[in-house]
């Protein structure tokens, strides 16, 4: 079984930046690619970027690249999303998944998910 536990979500001004983090625990991590993903009111949830165990290989989704950036934390099993030059259009509420493929991805193709971390930026 595998546990996720999002935190850093918060209110920003658009333009701002924030930094989300995601703990993760359970057996066969180091076989997983990690994702972010995001759901706003009344939308589908949506995929948002994606990096490989190592870290070496990530994947964006297009309304997020050049702004976010994903990566493996420094501390064992975490992975974190940097949001830069935020807009309004960016408030969702943030989960991190486990355990699908390791490029752009819909959400049935991960196991394991995270409760959620809520950005609201506004304008």
């Known amino acids: 079984q595998v546990q996720l536990v999002e935190s850093g979500g918060g209110l920003v001004q658009a333009g701002g930046s924030l930094r989300l983090s995601c703990a993760a625990s359970g057996r066969g991590l180091s076989n997983y690619a990690m994702a972010w993903f995001r759901q706003a009111p009344g939308k589908e949830r949506e995929f948002v970027a994606a990096i490989s165990w190592t870290g070496r290989t990530t994947y964006y989704g297009d309304s997020v690249k050049g702004r976010f950036t994903i990566s493996r934390g420094n501390a064992e099993n975490t992975v974190s999303l940097q949001l830069n030059s935020l807009k309004p259009e960016d408030t969702a509420v943030y989960y991190c998944?486990?355990?699908?493929?390791?490029?752009?991805?819909?959400?049935?193709?991960?196991?394991?998910w995270g409760q959620g971390t809520q950005v609201t930026v506004s304008s």
């Open positions: 998944a486990a355990s699908g493929p390791l490029r752009v991805a819909t959400p049935v193709e991960y196991s394991y």
